[in-house]
């Protein structure tokens, strides 16, 4: 799987927190005596899948746009023309930098994003680009496409100026007034990601909390989380009547490519049997409040990788070692799982927890 650098291990994979001193965002190192974790660690390498600011400008104007399938290339094209009547992020000189994103959901990785280019100090900027998915039509049927509107500052920063979404389920792709260029009026983000409530299937596993005391100490100083995800059910299907699934392990707020494990791809079946154990060390007992497991389910086609539906497993605070921070978002089926795991040391704690969709944290290298 190409977006990862690390070797898939079939059974067992252990990674030790404490000891790896060269690393400033593991879970002990991030910590500081006081139990705080520095703000640069936490909000510098965990976002959500949509970078900027919302909220703060008003959603204003329209879109033009035509959508097309090209049969020779497998390719979706979309035409993206112009918008007119932005919002206006500079209000003094009452313009924008604006730029128009595209994805096809529910993929909402770095192979599904496209955007134009930036044209600066308007409000109505012409950008006539065609954006390009390569992807079977039949595929294409399992997608929505999403454009987005964002104002970037000199600084790199963005600003939502609204959005449009067209499901492409439904899209009658040989009448030839949907090829035309037609005007759509941008609209507000009702939700942080398109999916929520859709269904995605379910993890089988369980977790361990085993202590480990220190030589000559009666309480453990430090711990191991064993994390043994053992079968997917009823996983989506995005691509017709292909799946070729695998389950990804982070340790928020650790993010780095170190402290990830995954499991082997297994393919052609939407209920997949993993029995993958991941081991992470260096627990301390106030780590168990502050961390949180990320699984996440994936579908690997070719050279990407969509995501299917994920889990974090902590007690769903919405800090971490002081920080508001947007992944400490445990449901409570999740919460339950993991306050058993703490309550019971050297036992596995079972459970079988509906998949859904995720924020997903940015990975930090």
Known sequence: MSDDRETDTTSEGSYQLSRHKKSPSSLTNLSSSSGMTSLSSVSGSVMSVYSGDFGNLEVKGNIQFAIDYVDSLKELHVFVAQCKDLAAADIK???????????LLPDKGKMGKKKTLVVKKTLNPVYNEILRYKIDRQILKTQKLNLSVWHRDTFKRNSFLGEVELDLETWDWDNKQNKQLKWYPLKRKTAPVAFEAENRGEMKLALQYVPEPMPGKKLPTTGEVHIWVKECLDLPLLRGSHLNSFVKCTILPDTSRKSRQKTR?????????????????????????????????????????????????????????????????????????????????????????????????????
């Open 265 to 365: 791809a297994v393919g052609k079946t939407t209920n997949p049997v993993f029995n993958h154990t991941m081991v992470y060390d260096g627990f301390r007992p106030e780590d168990l409040t502050e961390a949180c497991v990320e699984l996440t389910v994936w579908d690997h086609y070719k050279l990407t990788n969509q995501f299917l539906g994920g889990l974090r497993i902590g007690f769903g605070t919405g800090k971490s070692y002081g920080t508001e921070v947007d992944w400490m978002d445990s449901t409570s089926e999740e919460v339950a799982l993991w306050e058993k795991m703490v309550n019971s040391p050297n036992t596995w704690i079972e459970a079988t927890l509906p998949l859904r969709m995720l924020l997903i944290a940015k990975i930090s290298k």
């Open 93 to 103: 000189k009452q313009r924008s930098d604006p730029y128009v994103k595209t994805y």
